[in-house]
Nanobody
Framework: QVQLEESGGRLVQAGGSLRLSCTASGRDFDNWAMGWARQAPGKEREFVAVVSWSGRSTDYADAVKDRFTISNDNAKSTVYLQMDSLKPEDTAVYYC???????????????WGQGTQVTVSS
């Protein structure tokens, strides 16, 4: 059974930085893409970022491009999200996501973590 466990969410001031981590377990994740989605209060879940298994391909939502960086460590089955220049509108529950080969922005996938809360104060 696939399990995705996030960590790193906390309260941070606007302009600050935070790094989220997600470790996957339960199967062989060769050639799986991993990424992040988020859900702000009163809003639908939205795509944030994805990285291919090789690490050579990435995609970012326009709202986070140039501020967030996704990376992975396949030896640890772990994906990271480095978040810089955080804004209050980045406040959300951040979910780790995983899917074979790739994850598109429609978030049609089966595997989600439980989420970690990120709160950015102004």
């Amino acid at each position: 059974q696939v399990q995705l466990e996030e960590s790193g969410g906390r309260l941070v001031q606007a302009g600050g930085s935070l790094r989220l981590s997600c470790t996957a377990s339960g199967r062989d994740f060769d050639n799986w893409a991993m990424g992040w989605a988020r859900q702000a209060p009163g809003k639908e879940r939205e795509f944030v970022a994805v990285v291919s298994w090789s690490g050579r391909s990435t995609d970012y939502a326009d709202a986070v491009k140039d501020r967030f960086t996704i990376s992975n460590d396949n030896a640890k089955s772990t994906v990271y999200l480095q978040m810089d220049s955080l804004k209050p509108e980045d406040t959300a529950v951040y979910y780790c996501i995983a899917h074979p080969v790739w994850i598109d922005r429609r978030l049609i996938l089966d595997y989600w973590g439980q989420g970690t809360q990120v709160t950015v104060s102004s």
